[in-house]
């Protein structure tokens, strides 16, 4: 009987990228052959309770596009992507079957769902080692200044100036060495088109404010362009509540949802760009950001389930409603407000949403129609090409009242309208004339 050939793995799963990537990178130093595995989980695309799927089209196209990506980037490395339709368990165990496997390099995950297939790839491969790697923060959760996640602090002001005095950013992971030839793994796999996912094809809709393709050098594109080509990153905190366009904010989120860059990477860029061009609030305020990106992960890693729970992780009781007549009225943009419905409809039509009509139409769900934020919740991860469970679920929960909100605000539909599309011109680009 033929000997298996021995062989690492990296798992790749929101992390979809070959820089400041810890886990190609340690593959990268050990003497087996290296072979990367992405699995698209038929999971992920079935139908929800609330009648949509739980990836939608527009997060999946992207989703398409950076593992395609990736995939390129890889054979530069002379490194195989092995693309499967199927749940990593089942892939893994086919795997196992051919070769040896010694080592499964991949980036820590801690919610639910995602814990749970973890634990079935393992039980499949009892004798491999798993190599975990934290390579999503900004602040490193050996670096933050709390012995254990129970220590974080539940408002964000106190969590970012403690990280901000006791924390370095750590330095970006380098691309690894192209591996030999006598290294190699080889394969061919098929990437799943939209219609394998079961799922339509569309055309991007020209009014789109994130018109955007995925993958990393798309990604590293975008930073190019917003810093160093017209150099829009010192408006940053001037701009970033804009509702039309494609400049008003940086758009990085849907890359750094599935990884395609690092928040690190992204850091070290602002700097760059603070000594040799500008440094002022609006280069801050990006990193601000990043740092609430980093909250809403540590929160979860802190309070686990209850970010998905009705009573948050604030534990409070509210009388939500669970209506599929106002659940169907807010998603089609057919509520008495016609901001919320212009934001509704540009979800609906794009998969992407300004900041500011996310927390508007929120609130409007959670605490002017007081229905189930939950459903709420759950639209945004199937529709949102920047859908990152943390962010996501965190948001939610803090326009809800159920969250980090120590002031636990109400927005003022139509003030925001006035402030922030004070001529119309957003309703109007998503709205009928006869309509607004």
């Known amino acids: 009987m033929q000997k298996k050939q021995d062989l690492n793995i990296v798992w790749f799963r929101n992390d979809l990228r070959t820089k400041d990537q810890k886990s190609l990178y340690e593959a990268c130093q050990q003497p087996e052959p290296v072979l990367g595995v992405y699995c698209f989980d038929p999971k992920q695309y079935e139908t929800t309770k609330y009648g949509f799927k739980k ?93 254990d996640f129970s220590q974080v602090p539940e408002v964000y002001t106190d969590f970012r100036k403690k990280c901000e005095k006791q924390c370095e950013v750590r330095d970006e992971i380098p691309v690894p060495e192209a591996l030999t ?38 990604a590293w594109k975008r930073l190019k362009y917003y810093f160093w080509e017209t150099k829009k990153l010192q408006f940053y905190k001037k701009t970033r509540n804009g ?60 309070h686990g389930n209850k970010i998905f729970q009705l009573g948050g992780i604030s534990n409070k009781e509210y009388d939500w409603g669970n209506s599929e007549k106002a659940f169907k009225q807010w998603i089609n943009g057919n509520t008495p407000e016609s901001f919320v419905n212009a934001n509704m409809i540009e979800i609906r039509e794009t998969g992407f949403m300004s900041n500011r009509g996310r927390q ?14 939950r459903i709420g919740a759950a639209y945004f991860e199937a529709m949102l090409i920047d859908y990152d469970v943390h962010s996501n679920w965190g948001n939610w929960m803090y326009n809800s009242g159920v969250g980090n909100d120590p002031r636990d605000r109400k927005f003022n539909i139509k003030k925001q309208a006035e402030r922030y599309d004070t001529n119309g011109k957003f309703q109007r680009t998503w709205l009928q004339e006869s309509l607004f």
């Open 360 to 373: 508007n139409v929120n609130s409007y769900w959670a605490k002017e129609w007081k229905q189930d934020w």
């Open 243 to 302: 509702l039309l366009g494609t400049d008003y904010s940086s758009k990085f989120s849907a890359w750094l949802a599935n990884g395609s860059i690092s928040a690190v990477s992204i850091y070290h860029e602002v700097k760059k760009f603070e000594k040799e061009v500008k440094k002022n609030q609006d280069t801050y305020w990006l990193i601000f950001e990043l740092i609430w990106r980093d909250y809403f992960k540590y929160i979860s890693l802190k």
């Open 55 to 147: 990836t939608e089209k527009y997060r999946a196209k992207f989703l398409i596009e950076m593992v395609s990506q990736l995939s390129d980037n890889l054979k530069s490395l002379n490194i195989s992507l092995q693309v499967e339709q199927d749940a990593p368990a089942g892939v893994f165990e086919k795997l196992s079957e051919k070769y040896n496997i010694k080592n499964v390099f991949f980036q820590a995950e801690w919610t639910e769902e995602e814990k749970q297939v973890e634990n079935a790839v393992k039980s499949v491969l009892k004798d491999t080692q798993f190599a975990e790697q934290y390579n999503q923060f900004l602040f490193h959760p050996e670096d933050v200044p709390y012995d």
């Open 181 to 218: 030839r006598e290294n190699l793994q080889h394969v061919n796999t098929k990437i799943p088109g939209l219609a394998d996912l079961g799922l339509e094809d569309f055309e991007t809709d020209e009014r789109s404010a994130f018109p955007f393709q995925g993958g990393e050098d798309a």
